[in-house]
């Protein structure tokens, strides 16, 4: 129904800059909700940054003023620019979307891509 293509993972350097993108694709046009979150070792997955059909942007403590979230509605695009990156960003990235009017609420997850931050 949904299909999710990531990419943009790799390895970077303390300070450095990446920057991943997440397609949706299939019979769902609209989403009211598309973001990224993050599971690092060993630890639970997190909300990274979450763009909602209200116009509002929900940014971690973490990663504010580090990482900024671009959605485009028309091609249901979600990429996520991540800037002074830092070694505890090092992490599997996944996009989520969300569709449907409650109670028949339907998320996907996207396969995960690896980002990590090293010297």
């Known amino acids: 129904q949904v299909q999710l293509v990531e990419s943009g993972g790799g390895s970077v350097q303390p300070g450095g800059s990446l920057r991943l993108s997440c397609v949706a694709s299939?019979?769902?046009?609209?989403?009211?909700?598309m973001g990224w979150y993050r599971q690092a070792p060993g630890k639970q997955r997190e909300l990274v940054a979450l763009h909602t059909n209200g116009g509002t942007t929900r940014y971690d403590d973490s990663v504010k003023g580090r990482f900024t979230l671009f959605r485009d509605s028309a091609k249901n695009t979600v990429d996520l620019q991540m800037n002074s990156l830092k070694p505890e960003d090092t992490a599997v990235y996944s996009c989520n979307v969300g569709w449907g009017d409650w109670p028949d609420l339907r998320y996907k997850w996207g396969q995960g891509t690896q980002v990590t931050v090293s010297r």
């Open positions: 299939g019979s769902i046009s609209v989403f009211h909700a």
